[in-house]
């Protein structure tokens, strides 16, 4: 079955960095586009980043240009995040998500992986 299994997090001090991972199996990863999304407590999940099957074009969170960066290695079935500057604001947990290249919902979520930011 398709899994995503998101890693990296964990507690970091404002303005520090972490890189998330998120590994894909049980599909053919090159035929989807991945996303980054996170969830605060008591607010709704928000989109974070997207790069679309090829690596070629990434879209950010107008709020994370610049502090963020989305990446892909298809040989390997792995999307990354990279965050820098993090702030408190960034306390989450971030879900990586996969969209088919023919569109529609989402059709696979990892589980999350905690992101702790202390001031």
């Known amino acids: 079955q398709v899994q995503l299994v998101e890693s990296g997090g964990g507690l970091v001090q404002a303005g520090g960095s972490l890189r998330l991972t998120c590994a894909a199996s049980?599909?053919?990863?090159?035929?989807?586009?991945m996303s980054w999304l996170r969830q605060a407590p008591g607010k709704e999940r928000e989109f974070v980043a997207r790069?679309?099957?090829?690596?070629?074009?990434?879209y950010y969170a107008d709020s994370l240009k610049g502090r963020f960066t989305i990446s892909r290695d298809n040989a390997k079935n792995t999307v990354y995040l990279q965050m820098n500057s993090l702030k408190p604001e960034d306390t989450a947990i971030y879900y990586c998500?996969?969209?088919?290249?023919?569109?529609?919902?989402?059709?696979?979520w990892g589980q999350g992986t905690q992101v702790t930011v202390s001031s």
């Open positions: 049980g599909l053919t990863f090159s035929n989807y586009h």
């Open positions: 790069i679309t099957w090829r690596g070629g074009t990434t």
């Open positions: 998500a996969a969209r088919s290249v023919l569109g529609g919902k989402y059709d696979f």
